[in-house]
């Protein structure tokens, strides 16, 4: 079974509806990050979190929201999606100890196109 | 704030032939680290190999190595002996040593030609 898994793995949906991307890990790291991918600018980050408690925003935090309700999980959500946030979604994890040198695991991607 | 600029959008490269993909950064940092993550079609973000920039031994995995030059803020990745699984974009990626935030570059697209 994948360490990191991610659902959908695609969808389409149309403007001003909401969405959740959800992800999961097996890994019991307790970091965890979500980035979309973009033809030409590579990965960006969009939120982040060290911990249940902690959440963070990226590069990229305008229309989205996340949670983390659990430290396996962490969804995003695009409360009124729009067609310039078509794109591929990860999420990825990495654990803080010291011999981890931090190395994020990603999941499969989710392909989200908004109509 | 950190920068990482890969100025070849695109390269190809004949079967069993080798190749040097182009990485630059920009930091203020003197601990960090710089990854080449393979993305193949499958999509899947695949860590092909990591450098820390205290050490100045040049990270190997198999046909793959890095040219870490860390004055000149640069981290090329060559692929000796290409082969066709070795087709996909590549990303190279950034990360201060006490920080968890993935800086990458725009991308690589990768073709091997048989």
């Known amino acids: 079974d994948a360490d990191v898994t991610q659902t959908p793995r695609n969808r389409i949906t149309k403007t001003g509806k909401r969405i959740m991307l959800e992800c999961s890990q097996t890994?019991?790291?307790?970091?965890m990050y979500w980035y979309r991918q973009d033809p030409g600018l590579g990965l960006r980050l969009i939120y982040y979190s060290f911990d249940v408690k902690d959440i963070n925003k990226g590069e990229i935090s305008d229309g989205y929201s996340v949670s983390r309700q659990a430290q396996a999980k962490f969804s995003l959500s695009l409360e009124s999606a729009i067609p310039n946030q078509t794109a591929l979604y990860f999420c990825?994890?990495?654990?803080?100890?010291?011999?981890?040198?931090?190395?994020?695991?990603f999941g499969p991607g989710t392909r989200l196109t908004v109509l | 704030a950190q920068t990482v600029t890969q100025s070849q959008p695109e390269m190809s490269v004949q079967e069993a032939e080798t190749v040097t993909l182009s990485c630059t950064y920009d930091?203020?940092?003197?601990?960090?680290?710089l990854f080449w993550y393979k993305q193949p079609p499958s999509r899947q973000m695949i860590l092909v190999i990591r450098q820390e920039a205290y050490k100045q031994q040049n990270a190997t995995e198999n046909r793959f190595s890095v040219n870490f030059q860390k004055a000149a803020k640069s981290f090329s990745l060559k692929i000796s002996d290409s082969q066709l699984g070795d087709a996909a974009m590549y990303f190279c990626a950034y990360r201060r040593a006490s920080g968890s935030r993935l800086t990458f570059g725009e991308g690589t697209q990768l073709t091997v030609n048989p």
């Open positions: 890994k019991g790291h307790d970091r």
């Open positions: 990825a994890t990495s654990d803080s100890g010291p011999r981890s040198h931090n190395e994020q695991f």
């Open positions: 930091t203020s940092e003197s601990d960090y680290y």
